[in-house]
């Protein structure tokens, strides 16, 4: 079939896309920044660039369309999410009738109509009835909370869990609710192209009915972590939705309408789903030890939102302390005479035994310290003098993403407590190339923020000279 998946940069439709081409059907994306998919490795999918927001965009985007996936949302937008997904999903309905599209397939939010009261799933109940107002059938599937490797609700239970040996939570961790493992979700959504009368609402949940605190104590338990949690009443969700931000990597403006929508109970009333479909969900436990598996062989598709990308399309040249969506982080934009390939070939030379090109003696002196403390140090050094892949070894990094010659993110592999990484992103730009070199850290508990905030004088010196460094030498290879 020939489809039309939007949302395809976003944590579904990003694991979506390669399923369905290996069921060889032609598919198109559609995304705001086309450039966001440039690396992914999806052999014919056409990638067009449009604002859903656009009534003209869907119109374009739906051409010659027999199915689309509608998988995006505005939550991150702040108060004024609802009315915008409403208009949206009214114009993409419409959009989709004119285009002579067959079935649209929406992945919304579960929930007793009757009974729901935070803004988040009325909002996405509400934009299901958007979609099909336009006359084209839509396949509506509500799920509860999905639990998978870089999910919203995984990364919020794993870094509570990970962090609070005790934790006093509100009244809404006794809340029922019915998770489903992303990969139940993804077949799902995938066998609903090969049932061209299905129609209407289904929905999907797992095999566990489980509080959100029995969700929390499961992950606990799995991985062999001694956690307490104290429910109390709290006077505003709001102070909960502040928690989250502080702990995890979900930024307010995402944990606040989640937050509320946590005190509904989400739990499937209907079958219509399994009668329907042949998907056989899995058990809760089994969904976090697949998580937990992916995070281990580092082999996470997507995640809720690109949390290690750039933070600074249009800055200046600038230099920037402090955290952004539970990280924190050092960074530093540099604008440069050469080209992005050149620059990105000078930065994917440093390291190894040329050393690194500002502030080698401090960067041999933590190799050493990370040594003394059963560390891996420095003493790796890199395969290769001029060329990376990933899974590379890079003195006490490791490459964990390479798109030539845009990104090149660094995994650190010494002893830390937190996890922590080095990125640069390269992008054109009027004078060459924009170049953005990013420290960023996860802490683990306060011993994170002091190892962090201990550090910061070494940072000072280390990371401004290593970008300032790096745009000498390419713009000095560009001039010859």
């Known amino acids: 079939m020939h ?76 108060q004024t999410f609802r009315e ?108 609903a192209l090969a049932h061209p009368t299905a129609e209407g609402i289904y929905e999907i949940g797992g095999q566990d009915i489980l509080s959100y605190r029995e969700m929390m104590l499961h992950y606990a338990r799995i991985r062999n972590l001694r956690r307490f949690i104290l429910a109390l009443h709290v006077p505003k969700p709001e102070l909960s939705s502040r928690w989250v931000d502080l702990l995890t990597p979900i930024p307010y403006s995402i944990a606040q309408p989640l937050v509320e929508s946590l005190q509904t109970e989400v739990v499937v009333r209907s079958d219509r789903a399994r009668t329907t479909f042949s998907v056989k969900p899995t058990g809760y436990d089994e969904a976090v030890r697949l998580a937990l598996t992916r995070m281990a062989h580092d082999s996470v598709e997507t995640t809720w939102a690109s949390s290690l990308s750039s933070l600074s399309q249009d800055q200046p040249e600038a230099d920037v302390l402090g955290s952004h969506e539970g990280m924190l982080l050092d960074r530093r934009l ?46 790796r050094g890199r395969r290769h003098p001029r060329e990376l892949r990933v899974g590379d070894p890079l003195d006490f990094w490791r490459v964990e993403a390479l798109e030539s010659p845009h990104l090149l993110r660094l995994r650190a592999e010494m002893k830390l407590p937190g996890r922590a990484w080095l990125q640069f992103e390269v992008l054109p730009d009027s004078e060459g190339a924009r170049v953005e070199q990013t420290a960023f850290f996860e802490p683990h508990g306060v011993p994170g923020y002091l190892y962090w905030y201990s550090v910061i004088p070494f940072h000072r010196f280390v990371f401004p000279g290593l970008i300032d460094a790096l745009k000498e030498q390419a713009e000095t290879s560009g001039n010859r």
């Open 3 to 78: 489809v039309l998946v939007t949302g395809a940069t976003g944590y579904i439709g990003g694991r979506l896309v390669p399923r369905l081409l290996a069921r060889g059907h032609h598919l198109r994306c559609v995304a705001r920044n086309h450039r966001r998919l440039e690396g992914r490795q999806w052999p014919g999918v056409e990638i067009v660039q449009g604002d859903l927001e656009d009534p003209a965009a869907s119109a374009q985007a739906l051409q010659g369309i027999e199915v689309a996936y509608y998988l995006v949302h505005s939550m991150a937008a702040g």
């Open 84 to 191: 915008r997904d409403r208009l949206m999903a009214l114009a993409f309905g419409n959009a989709a009738a004119k285009a002579g599209v067959r079935r649209i397939i929406y992945l919304g939010g579960l929930g007793d109509p009757e009974n729901v009261r935070s803004k988040h799933l009325i909002s996405r109940q509400e934009v299901g009835r958007c979609l099909a107002a336009g006359g084209v059938p839509v396949i509506e599937f509500r799920a509860a909370v999905i639990v998978g490797s870089g999910s919203v609700s995984f990364e919020i239970i794993r870094h509570l869990i990970e962090r609070l040996p005790v934790m006093i939570a509100p009244m809404w961790v006794n809340t029922h609710c019915q998770p489903i493992g992303i990969r139940s979700v993804l077949e799902y959504l995938v066998e």
């Open 334 to 379: 540099r604008r440069i005479k050469a080209s992005p390939a050149q620059v990105f070939e000078t930065i994917c030379t440093q390291g190894g035994e040329e050393g690194w090109p500002a502030g080698n003696a401090l960067w041999q002196l933590r190799g050493i310290m990370d040594r003394m403390v059963g560390g891996v140090g420095m003493r």
